[in-house]
């Protein structure tokens, strides 16, 4: 069975999401996908999934939506104000929702992007191997009042509503960087400098973040440099000489020198980051880096085993009648591939 869900509001550019296309890069196609990968993980974890489904990725504020039928839903990423019925609903936990009840979702308190998952996934046409909206391109989905989007059905709703704990990426941070092919291009003073830098956030897009500092420039022994293939995370260095992080849609080649390259464990610090947060960098070696950033698949795990029921007070349950307390069984072997546990 099918449900939809209804648009009944929107309070930005809100989009589907999900993780990406693979394999369109040689073709000058950005992989794109969620700005934070994280929170996609996040609520594949809560919601029993392998892999994270299509989502709705929420820029700074949310909107109004309606389920057609019961499901439950996941709220991760960015902390966001979120009602049901009257009622407030825990941000980084799985709820379930009746159908026909109406979902706010308000301001973020922290960070930039929120998402709305739902445990059978958004299922909007796929284009190109994925559902993730790349706006200039034309492919996927911007949301609009009226519109509805169709959700497959949730495959264990009576499982009880789970929770993780605050993920600290919303305030800024340190972000872990490899060394790269044009590392050795900048001067040892100016690898240094750049180490060593208090910097705050600057504009942001799902392009890039800029790093603003105080100081002079960051300059390289670059003339005549060609272009090259790049991918998010790459910080490069512009004809300003500003620092600039890469994020999901940036492009697939640039000529501008990189400095090196952020872990993707932490480039959701940096997606995360409003203007003036503060940001630092850290160099480490590639054996650090592969101790510190697996693979995504293996991001699950660690997660559905940190997650706990979700505590509340009967009362301010909208959906009581709806759940049975025997159910939510956990294998363990959980970053074993995608589908469903």
Request: charged fraction near 15%; proline fraction near 9%; include cysteine.
């Given at each position: 069975?099918?449900g939809f869900l209804e648009v009944l509001a929107t309070a930005s550019q809100i989009?589907?999401?999900?993780?990406?296309?693979?394999?369109?890069?040689?073709?000058?196609?950005?992989?794109?996908?969620?700005?934070?990968?994280?929170?996609?993980?996040?609520?594949?974890?809560?919601?029993?999934?392998?892999?994270?489904?299509?989502?709705?990725?929420?820029?700074?504020?949310?909107?109004?939506?309606?389920?057609?039928?019961?499901?439950?839903?996941?709220?991760?990423?960015?902390?966001?104000?979120?009602?049901?019925?009257?009622?407030?609903?825990?941000?980084?936990?799985?709820?379930?929702?009746?159908?026909?009840?109406?979902?706010?979702?308000?301001?973020?308190?922290?960070?930039?992007?929120?998402?709305?998952?739902?445990?059978?996934?958004?299922?909007?046409?796929?284009?190109?191997?994925?559902?993730?909206?790349?706006?200039?391109?034309?492919?996927?989905?911007?949301?609009?009042?009226?519109?509805?989007?169709?959700?497959?059905?949730?495959?264990?709703?009576?499982?009880?509503?789970?929770?993780?704990?605050?993920?600290?990426?919303?305030?800024?941070?340190?972000?872990?960087?490899?060394?790269?092919?044009?590392?050795?291009?900048?001067?040892?003073?100016?690898?240094?400098?750049?180490?060593?830098?208090?910097?705050?956030?600057?504009?942001?897009?799902?392009?890039?973040?800029?790093?603003?500092h105080a100081g002079a420039p960051f300059e390289s022994q670059t003339a005549g440099?060609?272009?090259?293939?790049?991918?998010?995370?790459?910080?490069?260095?512009?004809?300003?000489?500003?620092?600039?992080?890469?994020?999901?849609?940036?492009?697939?080649?640039?000529?501008?020198?990189?400095?090196?390259?952020?872990?993707?464990?932490?480039?959701?610090?940096?997606?995360?980051?409003?203007?003036?947060?503060?940001?630092?960098?850290?160099?480490?070696?590639?054996?650090?880096?592969?101790?510190?950033?697996?693979?995504?698949?293996?991001?699950?795990?660690?997660?559905?085993?940190?997650?706990?029921?979700?505590?509340?007070?009967?009362?301010?349950?909208?959906?009581?009648?709806?759940?049975?307390?025997?159910?939510?069984?956990?294998?363990?072997?959980?970053?074993?591939?995608?589908?469903?546990?």
């Amino acid at each position: 069975m099918t449900g939809f869900l209804e648009v009944l509001a929107t309070a930005s550019q809100i989009t589907v999401q999900d993780l990406g296309r693979t394999g369109w890069t040689a073709l000058g196609l950005a992989p794109g996908g969620a700005a934070d990968r994280r929170a996609l993980w996040e609520a594949a974890a809560l919601l029993g999934q392998r892999c994270p489904g299509a989502v709705l990725e929420m820029p700074l504020t949310g909107g109004r939506f309606r389920l057609t039928e019961p499901s439950r839903i996941a709220l991760t990423g960015a902390p966001m104000r979120a009602r049901l019925a009257g009622h407030d609903l825990v941000w980084n936990a799985s709820h379930l929702i009746p159908a026909g009840a109406e979902i706010e979702i308000g301001p973020a308190e922290a960070g930039v992007y929120g998402y709305l998952a739902l445990a059978g996934g958004i299922t909007t046409p796929e284009a190109l191997g994925a559902r993730a909206t790349l706006a200039a391109a034309g492919l996927g989905t911007v949301l609009t009042p009226g519109q509805r989007l169709p959700f497959a059905k949730d495959p264990a709703p009576q499982t009880p509503a789970r929770r993780l704990p605050a993920a600290p990426r919303f305030s800024g941070g340190t972000l872990r960087v490899i060394p790269g092919p044009q590392t050795g291009l900048f001067e040892p003073e100016t690898r240094a400098h750049a180490f060593a830098t208090r910097f705050l956030a600057g504009p942001a897009s799902r392009q890039g973040v800029t790093l603003q500092h105080a100081g002079a420039p960051f300059e390289s022994q670059t003339a005549g440099l060609l272009s090259d293939f790049i991918t998010a995370g790459d910080i490069q260095i512009t004809g300003a000489g500003t620092p600039v992080i890469l994020l999901a849609e940036c492009q697939s080649i640039g000529g501008y020198p990189r400095l090196g390259t952020v872990i993707p464990t932490d480039l959701p610090i940096a997606a995360q980051a409003r203007p003036g947060t503060p940001l630092r960098l850290a160099l480490i070696s590639l054996e650090e880096a592969e101790a510190a950033s697996p693979p995504e698949a293996e991001w699950l795990g660690p997660l559905v085993r940190v997650a706990t029921p979700l505590l509340r007070r009967p009362h301010d349950i909208p959906d009581l009648l709806g759940y049975q307390l025997i159910s939510g069984v956990v294998r363990g072997d959980e970053e074993d591939g995608c589908g469903l546990i």
